[in-house]
């Protein structure tokens, strides 16, 4: 499994972007998708996950705000980021869960990068 990440960028606080992650390869293997973000020197945390039944959770600090989907025809899982604020800057990361004992898949990171 590849996965392609998309759609990071400047944006000043309150506005919108949304990122894009095309998965390829054994997509069939996908269980569950999500995106982290990272920032500076830091570990990944997780902003949102979704189910190969679109059963989502989210981080805390993004809930009402961000809403992850999936389009398991398309095999792609996007996210759609609102009311955003200079906390949410950072490089995000697409993820895929694999079924079966290989390790998760990550995507090159795009970076999100929130003006005040």
């Known amino acids: 499994v590849q996965l392609q990440a998309s759609g990071g960028g400047l944006v000043q606080a309150g506005g919108s972007l949304r990122l894009s992650c095309a998965a390829s390869?054994?997509?069939?293997?996908?269980?569950?998708m999500g995106w982290y973000r990272q920032e500076a020197g830091n570990k990944r945390n997780v902003v949102a996950v979704?189910?190969?039944?679109?059963?989502?959770k989210y981080g805390d600090s993004v809930k009402g705000r961000f809403t992850i989907s999936r389009d398991n025809g398309k095999n792609t899982v996007n996210l759609q980021m609102n009311s955003l604020e200079p906390e949410d800057t950072g490089v995000y990361f697409c993820?895929?869960?694999?079924?079966?004992?290989?390790?998760?898949?990550w995507g090159q990171g795009t970076l999100v990068t929130v003006s005040s």
């Open positions: 979704i189910s190969a039944g679109s059963q989502t």
């Open positions: 390869g054994s997509t069939e293997s996908i269980n569950v």
């Open positions: 993820n895929a869960a694999i079924l079966g004992p290989d390790p998760p898949v």
